[in-house]
């Protein structure tokens, strides 16, 4: 199987924002979603590019062990339309937000067949809303692997982020970064010769163009162990929550770090050479 180096697949394309970036950048895209409503939304915005041949939209979901074309059950997400999963788990912990799902039905898609048909990319963006591994997972099973993966990070479970880190090292990642995602909407980066500006709900720069040091695994899982406490504390479902005081806490936190607290991050990997 060969690799494409001018191919990204971006894995969970919401309303395009990465997908733009891609294609601005002059690479052809692979875009997979889940939600019929966004999947609809993102073949109106890039008419030009579907039919010029830069983009394919492969509608559907990801899920473990199905076919091509079955159907499955898909909770859209009546208020976050990014929080639309497959999992019964993350549908209680968006309800517990105040965000309620909606059950629908959409083909399952088997990731492995689109990474024979079109390729491996050089990049490979995956988001989606707890069945990234799944992805990783398809990869096991080709010879070549992309260059660049990114995945959004676990955190809920710190033995399942372990399981994220073993799996890509596996796979032949050995250098990692963290980004804090809550601070890509607004940045600014050039394309070309223009300035581009990050949509909210963009994941950012990726592969070469990351700012920072790649760190091995043991660092970068260090770094979580500090991320994680903030998890616990003031994450989903964090002890400090519930209380006045733990979120006063929290607020004073984010304004002395200039970042919102916890936040929540993507995990970058580089293949070893």
């Known amino acids: 199987m060969a690799k494409e180096n001018e191919l990204i697949f971006d894995v969970g394309m919401h309303r395009g924002e990465d997908t733009d970036f891609y294609l601005k950048k ?38 473990d062990g199905a076919h091509n074309g079955e159907r499955v059950k898909f909770y859209q997400n009546t208020c976050k339309d990014g929080w639309g999963t497959v999992h019964n788990d993350w549908v209680k912990r968006n309800e517990s937000h105040g965000a309620p799902s909606e059950a629908i039905e959409v083909k399952a898609i088997d ?29 096991l099973g080709f010879e070549q692997k992309p260059d660049y993966v ?23 990642y050995r250098s990692f ?15 070309w010769e223009s300035e581009y500006e990050f949509e909210h709900g963009a994941s950012g720069l990726f592969g070469a163009d990351l700012p920072g040091k790649w760190r091995t695994r043991r660092q970068v899982l260090t770094l979580y ?25 929290r607020d004073v ?20 050479i």
């Open 26 to 63: 002059g690479f052809g895209v692979v875009g997979f979603e889940a939600d019929p409503t966004l999947a609809a939304h993102c073949r109106t915005r890039f008419t030009d590019e579907i039919r010029a041949g830069r983009l394919t939209i492969v509608e559907g979901a990801i899920v």
């Open 177 to 191: 970064k963290i980004v804090q995602q809550v601070t890509i909407p607004g940045m600014r980066t050039k394309v």
């Open 225 to 249: 162990g500090v991320i994680w406490l903030l998890y616990k504390l003031y994450g989903d479902y964090g002890k400090l929550n519930s209380y006045r005081l733990g979120r006063i806490s």
């Open 150 to 172: 990114s995945v959004e990070s676990e955190k809920t479970s710190f033995w399942k982020l372990k399981e994220e880190f073993r799996l890509l090292e596996e796979l032949g």
């Open 111 to 139: 990731f492995a067949e689109y990474l024979r048909r079109y390729g491996i990319p050089h990049y490979l963006k995956i988001d989606i809303e707890g069945s990234d591994i799944l992805c990783l997972k398809a990869l």
């Open 253 to 272: 936190l984010g304004k002395l770090s200039g970042k919102p607290i916890p936040g929540w991050y993507d995990t970058h990997a580089k293949l070893a």
